[in-house]
């Protein structure tokens, strides 16, 4: 039996109760578009308390930011510039890019263990190297610093930066809100 067949088993009784037919509007309730890594302690849902409906989440390693991440953020938020989202002052499309202690991507930061899934991938040593959250405050600072500077995104969004401590719980805000440096609009 496949591992699938516990959660298959779990649809069967989220099916069962309504909620999810109250799911009507891709709009989300709590406008914030996260991005954070794919581990399963770091599941927004649980730290965040984002529920059905609330947000929408991109998961990768690391919670990175990559071209195929800014691709998807220009898209929501010219989705939600388009559907009306944001005041006439206010920002369209909040972002929050949160990384974590103890990110699995750490081991990346190892020379043998990178070296042999390079060649076995055929990805760049030196791009997989970058991509280890061993100082996730770093890496965040990074990253905000990558979306903002996307020539793809306008002034309507506004990048925050956190990290998500394991050991405590807490999230932490590294950078408050920073808005892209292209002016696409
Ligand atoms: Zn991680």
Do not use: Q
Not at 21 to 28: C, F, G, Q
Not at 108 to 135: H, K, N
């Amino acid at each position: 039996m496949s591992n699938f067949a516990t959660l298959a088993d779990r649809n069967r009784s989220f099916a069962e109760r309504a909620g999810h037919r109250a799911l009507t509007s891709v709009m989300p309730k709590v406008p914030v578009f996260v991005v954070t890594c794919l581990d399963p302690r770091t599941d927004p849902a649980s730290f965040l308390g984002v529920a059905p409906g609330d947000a929408p989440v991109i998961r990768n390693a690391g919670g990175r930011v990559t071209d195929e991440v800014i691709n998807d953020v220009a898209f929501i938020a010219y989705m939600a510039e388009a559907l009306g989202a944001g005041g006439s002052d206010g920002p369209t499309l909040e972002v929050a890019i949160v990384h974590h202690t103890k990110c699995g991507t750490g081991f990346l930061a190892d020379p043998g263990f990178r070296a042999t899934f390079a060649a076995r991938s055929g990805l760049d040593d030196r791009a997989l190297e970058a991509e280890a959250v061993i100082d996730p405050e770093a890496t965040v600072r990074t990253d905000v610093d990558r979306l903002v500077t996307s020539p793809k995104l306008t002034s309507s969004v506004v990048v925050s930066g956190h990290v998500y401590d394991l050991d405590t719980g807490l999230v932490t805000t590294v950078i408050r809100g920073a808005t892209p440096l292209a002016s696409l609009r």
